[in-house]
């Protein structure tokens, strides 16, 4: 029997498993960990929350920036709010208010003691709110200062592209770990179609000593994948190479081997 078709069964089931490990990681394994990660934040690791609190600045639109000096958790407040919206190099518009109160779906707010300045060229118009209250509808929302370690994990791959597009527009450009896990996602089942045609072409060549060199060697490259792709990610997280190049280096790096040992295999 040749070695294509000693390979294809192997191949049509590596393929098999890597389509399944292919839905899991962008779609089925995400709604599983949000179930498991809501209750556990809930009632287990109740500060597992790593958001920031205090002195926040954020984009939430195109051209206003938002500043809250305290965010408060326990009933959702934003205490020494700022909006302002500018237009080329002026300022048109600028919101103060010594608290915001969240109150309901959609982004509804309730302003206290705020302060709105209008500006026209030289033109200023002032409506002062000490003392006052003032529902109004602001892009934002409590969850935007809500942070978990493994939030990536409870997002599906299209929700995560539309969180790391989403914090990029408001300023936060640390997206790093999420981007990540979002190629991450795509190049894990990739894995296993390389590794399967590594274990092939090991497994096809006959040596004296029977199987023991082949499940030593099969062990250390096992142990260099993993160790190179903890590598490549941990530069890829502290910015010493792109984000797309440090999750796919492992699957690079082990094509190539693939490659030489099929090239090599006993045919």
């Known amino acids: 029997m040749s070695f294509n078709r000693l390979m294809r069964p192997y191949l049509i089931a590596g393929g098999v498993i890597a389509l399944f490990h292919f839905i899991g990681n962008h779609y089925v394994i995400p709604r599983g960990n949000k179930t498991k990660l809501d209750f556990e934040h809930a009632y287990v690791w109740k500060e597992s929350d790593k958001g920031k609190t205090r002195d926040i600045h954020m984009y939430i639109g195109p051209e206003e920036k938002a500043f809250v000096r305290y965010f408060r958790k326990k009933d959702t407040t934003l205490v020494d709010f700022r909006l302002e919206r500018v237009e080329g190099n002026q300022m048109k518009y600028l919101l103060k208010a010594r608290s915001v109160e969240w109150k309901e779906e959609p982004n509804h707010w309730l302003l206290r003691g705020y302060e709105i300045r209008t500006f026209d060229g030289m033109k200023e118009t002032l409506i002062e709110g000490a003392g006052k209250a003032m529902d109004t509808t602001l892009n934002l929302h409590p969850s935007d200062f809500v942070r978990y370690t493994n939030q990536k994990e409870m997002l599906t791959t299209w929700e995560l592209m539309d969180f790391i ?3 990029k527009e408001r300023g936060l450009t640390n997206t790093r770990i999420y981007q990540i896990e979002l190629y991450r996602r795509t190049a894990d089942p990739f894995s296993i179609l390389i590794l399967t045609v590594i274990g092939m072409a090991v497994a096809s060549r006959k040596v ?3 199987m023991g060199l082949h499940l030593a060697f099969g062990i250390v490259l096992s142990a260099v994948f993993i160790f190179l792709s903890r590598l490549s990610i941990t ?8 984000v797309l190049l440090g999750v796919w280096l492992p699957n690079i790096i082990f094509a190539g081997i693939a490659i030489l040992l099929v090239r090599k295999a006993q045919k």
């Open 235 to 242: 530069f890829a997280s502290s910015d010493g190479m792109p």
């Open 208 to 210: 004296r000593g029977g």
């Open 165 to 167: 597009v989403e914090e």
